[in-house]
Each structure stands twice: as structure tokens, then as C-alpha cells.
Nanobody, 114 residues
Framework: QVQLVESGGGLVQAGGSLRLSCAASGSTFSIDAMGWYRQAPGKQRDLVAT???????NYADSVKGRFTISRDNAKNTVYLQMNSLKPEDTAVYYC????????WGQGTQVTVSS
């Protein structure tokens, strides 16, 4: 089992920045990919970004050039640096890690005001 603790969400004005963190504990030796999803009210949960154990990244088109995902394998932590935030980025952001299965964090609210 893997436990995930997210932090860094909050309220920010459009054009601002936030950095999300997600620390994993438990059976971390088996962690492969890590990433972030988000879910806005009334919408489905969508992929934001993923990063492999070796550092290969993948981004949703809507965040390319504005968001950067990174990870610290020694700390079993994944980060999401979000710059040039837009009101449409408002959502609950969920951390995920994959081992033999996918584990989800509890979610952290990001609100971008116009």
C-alpha cells in the first residue's frame, strides 16, 4: 500500500503561481510513474501531467508551457509547479502514483480568481 499526502493548494489571482507537493509513504520501493489529475465542478477528472521514474514527462495540452512536473525519488515526492494560472485551472488536484496499481491522493483545491 502507498499513502499520499498532498499540499500546496489555495487561492491565487489569475497570472499567479502555485506549487503542489505530494509525498508518498508505505510501499514506495515499487513506485513507477507519478502524476497529477484535476477535476473541476461538474466535469470529469482529467490528466494534468505525469512523470516516469526516469523523468520522462507528459502534459495535457491545456497546461503545456505553464505547468512543470518534477519528482524527487529520494523523498518519494512529486511536485507540480503551476505558473500563469487561469480561472479555468480551478479544480481539485489529485496526486497519483502507480505501482502494481494506481493510488490516489485525497485532493487539494486550487482556485484561480479572475
Amino acid at each position: 500500500q502507498v499513502q499520499l499526502v498532498e499540499s500546496g493548494g489555495g487561492l491565487v489571482q489569475a497570472g499567479g503561481s502555485l506549487r503542489l507537493s505530494c509525498a508518498a509513504s508505505g510501499s514506495t520501493f515499487s513506485i513507477d510513474a507519478m502524476g497529477w489529475y484535476r477535476q473541476a465542478p461538474g466535469k470529469q477528472r482529467d490528466l494534468v501531467a505525469t512523470i516516469s521514474r526516469l523523468g520522462s514527462t507528459n502534459y495535457a495540452d491545456s497546461v503545456k508551457g505553464r505547468f512543470t512536473i518534477s519528482r524527487d525519488n529520494a523523498k518519494n515526492t512529486v511536485y507540480l509547479q503551476m505558473n500563469s494560472l487561469k480561472p479555468e485551472d480551478t479544480a481539485v488536484y489529485y496526486c497519483i502514483v502507480t505501482t502494481f496499481r494506481t493510488f490516489w491522493g485525497q485532493g487539494t483545491q486550487v482556485t484561480v480568481s479572475s
